[in-house]
């Protein structure tokens, strides 16, 4: 159990957000057996690093009592940000972890109704519009990995995860179509449920958004590249991630990078589970390719091995809806369509390396310096990072490479790439 010292570390705004009937659900859940005393439950903190911007992570240790045996049981739990105020009105402003918890109450079990196969998330025992409650994946050796590049074991690993939730995606709207003889899309039947809170046009993202952008505006003028173009090459991302009219769209996790992977390293291909589904938006199924290679890799491994990868999601893919119904050819997508939407919306890969390796890569202590009270969270975040940054890549060899070829590739495809056709 934990220390007096740890106890003392948990804000009663955490600690009220969950009664004892909540502890006496989810231990019965997690347990799926009736006759279980709740004894007593702590919480405690997660991790002594900072594992996201949008939310606040704890751990709750349960004692319980199970047919005159007392045994530990431990939880995820997971709720509003608690760094600053500023933090916390933007995330319920923007509806971001509101969202997550209807995903995982409403959504998600319309996904593994009736699915069979290996799990990609972690299994929710409570959700509620200010917490969730989950299985404790750390108790299963899964962990998160530090940002990775051409990794290929752990890239077909997240990769297979991500195949198995479209599929989920791509079988309940076919089962949809069974029981009601129309064409229903999730995106259709859950409106609310996915409105895009990153690459938006109104709403408290646009001040990060715009940060980002001139951020990596800054940083090509230094370069010598044409600045006026690349502001025009993100003005194009805004289309990129609506639902297509062209490709096959699915529930995508829209936040694939590294914090949001758990690995348990197991030999040869460990196993991966999705964590954070924030930033779910209903679209084309190949952001999700796109975003995890292009956050993972750099330049020239993709050159020698996307091709590769994209193949291996699409075995996973078609395996998993064919094991999960008698004939997939009627709902899986061809491979064919899936490389040419990969070509076709590359650019959004480069959008969001520029736009998330200038602080993803940064030293985790210039991120907290900077992000220690709501005055400068408000300046980090959502004001100009430019100084800090150009500081960094002074610094650091292999932060200012990975920035130099991100903002690069960006500028090359989008010289190229007009993405006139429909999407």
């Known amino acids: ?50 594992l996201g911007y949008f939310g606040s992570h704890w751990q709750l240790d349960i004692v319980i009592q199970v047919q005159g045996e007392q045994k530990n049981l431990s939880l995820f739990v997971k709720c509003l940000p608690l760094n600053c ?67 290929t074991e752990l890239l077909k ?75 025009q090459s993100f003005d194009q991302i805004f289309d990129v991630v ?31 589970i999705l964590v954070d589904f924030q930033f779910i938006r209903y679209g084309p199924m190949v952001l999700d390719i796109l975003q995890l290679i292009y956050l993972s890799t750099t330049k020239a491994y993709r050159k020698e091995n996307e091709k590769e990868l994209i193949h291996f999601y699409y075995s996973i893919l078609n395996e998993t809806i064919l094991k999960n119904k008698e004939t997939a050819e009627t709902i899986s997508p061809k491979l064919h369509d899936i490389l040419d939407a990969y070509e076709d919306l590359r650019l959004y890969g480069c959008f969001i390396a520029s736009l998330q390796f200038p602080i993803a890569l940064l030293d985790p202590e210039i991120v907290k310096e900077n992000t220690k009270d709501s005055e400068s969270y408000e300046k980090f975040i959502f004001g100009d990072r430019t100084d800090v940054t150009l500081a960094y890549m002074q610094k650091n060899e292999f932060y200012r490479r990975i920035i130099e070829e991100s903002i ?16």
Request: hydrophobic letters at 35%; one cysteine or more.
């Open 1 to 50: 159990m934990t220390s007096a010292k740890n106890e003392k570390a948990v804000p009663d705004s955490v600690k009220n957000l969950i009664t004892l009937e909540d502890v006496s659900f989810v231990t019965h859940r997690a347990l799926n057996h009736s006759n279980v005393k709740v004894k007593e439950y702590r919480f405690t903190p997660y991790s002594d690093k900072e």
């Open 85 to 151: 105020q500023k933090q916390i009105d933007f995330v319920q402003e923007e509806g971001i972890f509101l969202e997550e918890t209807i995903f995982f109450k409403d959504i998600y079990p319309q996904l593994i109704e009736s699915y069979c196969g290996e799990k990609w998330s972690p299994v929710c025992y409570l959700s509620k519009k200010d917490i969730l409650i989950m299985e404790n994946l750390r108790d299963q050796n899964y962990k998160m990995h530090d940002i990775f590049f051409d990794k």
């Open 157 to 231: 690993s997240a990769l297979t995860s991500v195949a198995r939730f479209h599929s989920c995606s791509i079988l309940t709207e076919d089962r949809f179509y069974r029981e009601s003889r129309e064409h229903n899309t999730l995106g259709k039947l859950y409106p609310g449920s996915f409105r895009e809170k990153t690459y938006t046009k109104s709403g408290g993202a646009v001040r990060w958004l715009q940060a980002g952008i001139n951020l990596a505006v800054a940083v090509a003028d230094r370069l010598g590249y044409n600045s006026l173009r690349l502001r």
């Open 242 to 272: 609506r639902p297509s009219q062209k490709y096959r769209n699915v529930i995508c996790h829209g936040d694939l990078w590294t914090n949001n992977l758990m690995f348990d390293d197991a030999k040869p291909i460990p196993k991966c």
């Open 408 to 423: 690069g590739e960006l500028v090359e495809i989008g010289n190229k790439d007009s993405l006139d056709s429909p999407r």
